[in-house]
């Protein structure tokens, strides 16, 4: 009767630390969403510039706001494996004359900034 209840408990204590292992063992893609920030082309952009210019150095942006059309927002988001998503976003302003007034990043780019190369 020891000897079941013992080999009971040790199925018990495997089944439940290979629960744990298995997230490790199963391969995850990383999976890239939205528009990829770089720096250097963050840095291109400039007070007075066109929509059109905008649009040639980012591409084209995520959102448009429908309810005021001065601002667009360029969303990236990577999911590496298992890790936790990391997000950027950037923020461009438009005045009236729908020239660019303002520019803003959530976060700043880091060196574990999403890295489409990895």
Do not use: H
């Not at 250097?40 to 084209?60: A, E, N, S």
């Amino acid at each position: 009767m020891k000897m079941k209840s013992l080999l009971a408990v040790l199925a018990l204590v495997m089944g439940v630390s290979a629960c744990s292992t298995v997230k490790k063992v199963v391969y995850r893609i990383d999976v890239p969403q939205g528009n990829y920030l770089e720096q250097d082309k963050i840095d291109q952009i400039k007070i007075g510039m066109t929509p059109v210019q905008v649009q040639y150095l980012l591409g084209t942006p995520m959102l448009k706001n429908v309810f005021g059309e001065n601002r667009w927002d360029y969303v990236f988001i990577k999911r590496e494996g298992y890790n936790d998503p990391i997000q950027r976003t950037l923020y461009v302003y438009f005045d009236n004359q729908g020239l660019v007034s303002d520019v803003k990043l959530d976060q700043p780019l880091t060196d574990n900034a999403p890295n489409p190369a990895q």
